[in-house]
């Protein structure tokens, strides 16, 4: 074994810096197995140089970043600052001067992943970001290295936690939005601004990130359709019931049936009962891979959290660790195949619409010739009438497979009619 | 990326190797691409030279697999072949004239590993097998880098489809043992001799692999207590949904609390319903992995068949020209922990156990008496008259953690209590 020490430094010591910083000290003999030599942790950057960090040599502290990437004796930088800036320079500057770098920054990686890449393969460097999806969970490795040899047609996974437990409450308490939010907060497993969560902008982030690497392909953040879960109501978990379904925020990357192209979106999604996904409860995340020769992969587990984070962290620093005592470097990005991303529009799947209808003859016949129209075949139908005698009726109809594209023109045409009073909501139906 | 091919011997062409050879011909290009090299099918081996092989090439086939690995030009070896002769002293043989080996072989990798590792290390050859346990799903590669940061402590999983599916079939259609095991024979999910199967030799061989790569210390096949699962009944599962749970064939690895040694085991066990182990149906397979940092993990697929396990072998093969290329090679044994493995006496978890009994006053006082001498301490215990009317009836008590020694100290000295007429069953109680 190499007695002199490779160097790490620690960009950011928040909630998963801190953690990495503390394993780093406490499995440092085991670390040094599984590499080849000791790791030694060389600085630590922050934005509050006083803080109390416990377990920090204060003489490692530093608030400015960009010296300590540029020292020019570091061999690995961890970036866990998150954001786009100075995390981006940083990366960069930090492959210039001859390191490589792990970091769980989904945000960075999802809008910048390519040039990220490409200055890694510059300078002959590791970029590592296991950690940027799925917390914990291996998943980045499985897909670039695992399945390396077959071809993944679909992952479809819960890779927000916050979310979860908040669908999850939903589900299990019949609470509406706010107050499965509210508790959600009260908990610690929403921010003070969920926003990144709930609109679904942290998941599409990671949707981008596996959709590249499970299909070698480019997929860009804005590439990604996203629509969040605010706007499900304890009604849309009554039908979901009412079809044996629960309902989850999915992200879903897809390869189209004839190979040419790929999608990768984010929504809430009724999923059967009957589903691995549908039991994953609370904040947990897991992911499911469909590949031509595997058939079915899950992976499961904490999708965040400082601890978790941090394994997958230490797991990638092992990893690169390794690579830079050997001289090599890992599977690095493999765009290689530059499919192009359909729009939405181009999506198939099923959908569970609930219309709002006059209760009279002739109306479901009506709503069925729309559809027929528009191309969109229907699955079942369940009418209803209101509960409140006003002349009103609900009709709950799920189709087969159709295009986005179809059903859209599907629900415009029903709002034209005038026995629609309105569509009280449309939620597409995956996982079967 | 390099036009001259890296040169893969065959070793095998059957159910595995028949699908190793078709993706490696199907997938060319994406392997190329993946690792910066054409790989050339350069031979294979197999027994029955004359045997119609669809897609392989005549000329490429030889039944002397020696001369084959011998030939100097071979870069990677794949052994497919299973079994401990001659496949091990083919893979040493590999090692010996410059190749490295990928191997689906569990019962030679429990057997010898430690021994086909040194001989990896001492030609700077990489020795890979994750399609030795639980087929296609990642876990090898999760546990020996993905965790490489973390510390293991427990391993549980679900790693023999046959048992699985029959275990399943019980529980679902209320069939016995032989019912089941008939209808998986039919299927093809059994093969004609069940026994490495139903006995628990393929999962204690698997289990073995697990301990040693979870926790980096050397277990032999010879350490892993076996118990098979011919002797779970239609009562068995009974008495399980009464608790609220389910059997399964469970390989369980887990480190002593105090860290000073680990144990390995392969038994039948209840567990909760809620577990997601639980759910875990037919033929599939599924692992959970604890440990300090990234807390629970699942991994979950079909853990059989010809073109998931190719798809492992694939993976690996990717990994391991792409370390030929470069020079390096993989993480290789990581024995360095070199923990005593306990014998199966000191394992403790919890226990639930029938006993036919007389039916007359005095019994349970008697019973719990038992078990308080041998420090067992009782959780809850259920006294059913039997149906019979024979003067008998059943009493089924569940344990708290007790130690496997304690535990058969107990029921020795039950067996000799007048009032014990049997014991009827005794089952561990798991993933709780
Ligand atoms: N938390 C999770 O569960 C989780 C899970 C998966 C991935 N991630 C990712 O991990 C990364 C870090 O997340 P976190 O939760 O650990 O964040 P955090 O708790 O907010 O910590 C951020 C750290 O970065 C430091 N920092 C901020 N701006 C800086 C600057 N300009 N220069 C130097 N240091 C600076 C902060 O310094 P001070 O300590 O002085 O404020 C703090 O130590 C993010 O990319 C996030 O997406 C987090
Ligand atoms: N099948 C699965 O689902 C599965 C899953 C995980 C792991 N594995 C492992 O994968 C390995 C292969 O399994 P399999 O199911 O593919 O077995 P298989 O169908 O029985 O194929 C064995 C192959 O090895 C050849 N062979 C046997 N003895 C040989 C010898 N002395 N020299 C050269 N070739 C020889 C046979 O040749 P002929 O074709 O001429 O008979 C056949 O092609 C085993 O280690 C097994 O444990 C299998």
């Known amino acids: 074994m190499r007695t002199r020490p490779l160097k790490v430094a620690l960009l950011g010591c928040g909630v998963v810096g801190s953690e990495v910083a503390r394993i780093m000290t406490t499995h440092a003999d085991d670390l040094a197995a599984r590499i080849g030599a000791p790791v030694e942790l060389a600085g630590v950057a922050v934005r509050r140089p006083s803080k109390v960090r416990e377990g920090?040599?204060?003489?490692?502290?530093?608030?400015?970043?960009?010296?300590?990437?540029?020292?020019?004796?570091?061999?690995?930088?961890?970036?866990?600052?998150g954001g786009i800036e100075p995390a981006r320079s940083l990366i960069t500057t930090a492959f210039e001067h001859g390191a490589s770098v792990v970091s769980a920054n989904k945000a960075l990686l999802a809008q910048d992943g390519a040039a990220l890449h490409a200055a890694a393969d510059d300078h002959d460097a590791d970029l590592y970001y296991e950690a940027a999806v799925a917390g914990a969970i291996p998943l980045i490795r499985p897909l670039r290295e695992s399945l390396a040899g077959d071809k993944v047609n679909r992952v479809l996974g819960i890779v927000n936690g916050t979310t979860n437990f908040i669908l999850d409450?939903?589900?299990?308490?019949?609470?509406?939005?706010?107050?499965a939010l509210d508790e959600a907060t009260a908990l610690g497993f929403a921010e003070a601004d969920p926003t990144a969560d709930v609109e679904g902008f942290d998941a599409?982030?990671?949707?981008?990130?596996?959709?590249?690497?499970?299909?070698?392909?480019?997929?860009?953040?804005?590439?990604?359709?996203?629509?969040?879960?605010?706007?499900?109501t304890?009604?849309?978990?009554?039908s979901a019931k009412a079809m044996g379904c629960t309902i989850k925020l999915l992200a879903i990357c897809e390869r189209?049936?004839?190979?040419?192209?790929?999608?990768?979106?984010?929504?809430?999604?009724?999923i059967p009962l009957t589903h691995p996904l549908a039991s994953v409860r609370g904040a947990y995340n897991a992911v499911f891979v469909e590949s031509d020769a595997a058939g079915q992969l899950m992976f499961y587990g904490p999708?965040?959290?400082?601890?978790?984070?941090?394994?997958?962290?230490?797991?990638?620093?092992?990893?690169?660790?390794?690579?830079?005592?050997?001289?090599?470097?890992?599977p690095g990005d493999s765009a290689y195949?530059?499919?192009?991303?359909?729009?939405?529009g181009e999506v198939v799947t099923r959908y569970h619409i609930s219309l709002d209808v006059a209760d009279k003859p002739g109306v479901l016949a009506q709503v069925a010739t729309v559809f027929a129209e528009h191309g969109v075949s229907i699955d079942t139908v369940r009418q209803?009438?209101?509960?409140?005698?006003?002349?009103?009726?609900?009709?709950?109809?799920?189709?087969?497979?159709?295009?986005?594209?179809s059903l859209t023109g599907t629900v415009e045409a029903l709002r034209n009619l005038d026995t629609v009073r309105g569509v009280a909501s449309i939620m597409r139906v995956e996982g079967e």
């Open 56 to 81: 920090i040599d204060p003489a490692l502290v530093t608030t400015d970043a960009t010296a300590l990437v540029k020292r020019g004796d570091i061999d690995v930088v961890v970036e866990v600052i």
């Open 169 to 179: 409450k939903m589900d299990s308490t019949g609470a509406g939005y706010q107050e």
């Open 204 to 232: 599409a982030a990671k949707a981008a990130i596996l959709a590249g690497i499970a299909f070698h392909t480019r997929v860009r953040l804005d590439d990604v359709y996203r629509e969040g879960m605010i706007e499900v």
């Open 234 to 238: 304890a009604a849309d978990f009554a």
């Open 256 to 270: 189209a049936a004839d190979g040419g192209s790929v999608t990768a979106r984010v929504h809430p999604a009724m």
């Open 303 to 330: 999708g965040a959290g400082g601890a978790p984070t941090a394994s997958a962290v230490l797991g990638d620093l092992v990893a690169v660790c390794r690579n830079k005592l050997s001289g090599a470097t890992g």
């Open 337 to 344: 195949t530059q499919l192009p991303v359909s729009p939405m």
């Open 384 to 405: 209803q009438g209101r509960q409140d005698g006003g002349g009103d009726a609900s009709l709950v109809v799920v189709t087969h497979r159709a295009s986005d594209a």
